[in-house]
């Protein structure tokens, strides 16, 4: 078991590029992991990483020796994965992640339940709004809002979220209620932007009679952090494009109100991502069923 441990903290540090991140991951110490990478590079006979004192990276062994790695701890899964299915009694650590504002409402309070179900399972969830390369972080799976595109990994459908444009009563009491997104352009509504690397928004799409428009503004204030923009938007700060389920009640309470109705944004999917396997393993299946199901029964579905 050794040996599979040292394998398991040698992916991470590949994966992540740090020891102190690996061992944050794994819940160990970096002097712990690096002391794991050591046992394996003596086993083995090699050095697999290349270490400064800000870096780590892998020699050209260690890149050979990574795909090798990546197919025993694949093949290990698996057949934990059938005994567990047959033992009825899934054991081991799912990473997902999920969009901050999904995360919380949605997400995040289905796994007490799920933990309750399988209690020899662990979830390692993290939020971010950024986009996340499920492979290269060692993910299981990922929820993700907004189109797709071309991918190369499975994809769960869940849901349509219909999207509103909205802004607190002070910032439209000073500034005006735009009816359109001309409007919004024309008489120069601060809009307030999600944007970080690697987006695929940084405009907003909106149902016109002419069919779907690109509207394109100078925002004066931007973050990589859907709750941070609603955050402003009560504040007076401008007009956000959120989906309506993440700001109900701010619409119901009054402290929002809907704008440029004329011309609502279009929809966004939201949708759960996993790695094409051979044999899916089955702690993954159960998480991912459990939760899309979950999912759209908080959604009405």
Known sequence: MAYVRNLKTFVRVYDLGSMSAAGRD???????ASSRIAELEKHLGIRLFNRTT???????????????AIKILDTIDEV?????????????????????????????????????????LNVRLRLSD??????????DAAFVLGPLG????????????????????????????PESGEDLAAQGHKCLMLRFP?????????????GIRKFSFDAPLESDDGDVLTAWALAGCGII???????APYLVSGELVSVAEATPPTDLPFSCIYPHKRLQDMKVRLFIDYMVAGCKQALGQ
Not at 241 to 247: A, H, I, L, M, S
């Open 26 to 32: 794994l819940r160990v110490s970096a002097a712990v």
């Open 198 to 210: 690697g987006a695929s928004e940084y405009a907003w799409n909106l149902r016109t009679s002419e």
């Open 80 to 120: 934990e994965s059938s005994i567990a299915e047959i033992t009825a009694n899934p054991k081991g650590t799912i990473f997902v992640s999920a969009p901050l504002g999904m995360g919380k409402r949605l997400i995040a309070p289905l796994v007490p339940a799920f933990k309750e179900a399988y209690p020899e």
């Open 241 to 247: 494009n959120k989906p309506r389920f993440e700001v």
């Open 130 to 139: 950024r986009k996340v390369d499920v492979a290269a972080e060692g993910l």
């Open 150 to 177: 071309d991918s190369e990994m499975r994809i769960k459908p869940i849901y349509d979220f219909e999207r509103v444009l909205c802004a607190s009563p002070a910032y439209l009491e000073a500034h005006g209620i």
């Open 54 to 68: 800000r870096m780590v990276t892998p020699t050209e062994q260690g890149r050979l020796f990574y795909k090798g």
